[in-house]
């Protein structure tokens, strides 16, 4: 249980262009989900924090308008990168925090990650 | 200002090597502490959640505990395969988010 992923797995686009990417919560629903950015050799840098319905909260630094977070469903989260540019380039990984009348709502399961690269 | 460090950095250990990694902490009120196992290139696992000092969890070679300060992992006659980087993470009992504040991890690395 309590299976996460992430689609696409790998990404390479070109400079100016946008990129999606989901995260979908395979066997259980989502009373929020959070992105992240890792840079190598590095932990884990929460990007936002979104509520599905809700408007996501950005972390001081993350613009919004360059990374566009929509949770428009208790099992689907997507994080769309516009106008990437290379130092965009970076592994994104989300994860998903079960509904309060779970009994792991307190925890974060991880989806496997994006590898993002920009030329 | 709520904070995780994690030690040692990295940690070498011959297989079969019994040790222990180390998570300090300083938070407003702690709601849970989490551990995770990162392999190079995917995201997190979740291993363990611990709520108060003095709460012990074990899932085959490994076993956490918490104190009012520290979690250790202790990782009993490991083998190659627990190779990869321990992740603490700690909770604060006020944040309405449920965010998880985050220790640099420490790589391990076991020797056959």
């Known amino acids: 249980g309590a299976v996460v992923s992430q689609h696409p797995s790998r990404v390479i686009c070109k400079s100016g262009t946008s990129v999606k990417i989901e995260c979908r919560s395979l066997d259980f629903q989502a009373t929020t989900m959070f992105w992240y950015r890792q840079f190598p050799k590095q932990s884990l840098m929460l990007m936002a924090t979104?509520?599905?319905?809700?408007?996501?909260?950005?972390e001081q630094g993350v613009e919004k308008d360059k990374f566009l977070i929509n949770h428009a469903s208790l099992t689907l989260s997507t994080l769309t990168v516009t106008s990437a540019h290379p130092e965009d380039s970076s592994f994104y990984i989300c994860?998903?925090?079960?509904?309060?009348?779970?009994?792991?709502?307190?925890?974060?399961?991880f989806g496997p990650g994006t590898r993002l690269t920009v030329l | 200002e709520d904070q995780v460090t994690q030690s040692p950095e990295a940690l070498r250990l011959q297989e079969g090597e019994s040790s222990s990694l180390n998570c300090s902490y300083t938070v407003s009120g702690l709601r849970g502490l989490f551990w995770y196992r990162q392999d190079p290139g995917k995201g997190p696992e979740f291993l363990f959640t611990?709520?108060?000092?003095?709460e012990e969890k074990e899932k085959e070679r490994l076993k956490a505990t918490l104190t009012k300060k520290e979690s250790f992992l202790h990782i009993t006659a490991p083998k190659p395969e627990d190779s990869a980087t321990y992740l603490c993470?700690?909770?604060?009992?006020?944040?309405?988010?449920?965010?998880?504040?985050w220790g640099a991890g420490t790589k391990l690395i076991i020797k056959p």
């Open positions: 993470a700690v909770q604060a009992r006020g944040d309405s988010n449920y965010q998880l504040i």
């Open positions: 994860s998903a925090r079960p509904l309060q009348t779970s009994v792991a709502y307190n925890e974060q399961f």
């Open positions: 611990l709520y108060s000092a003095g």
């Open positions: 979104s509520n599905e319905g809700s408007k996501a909260t950005y």
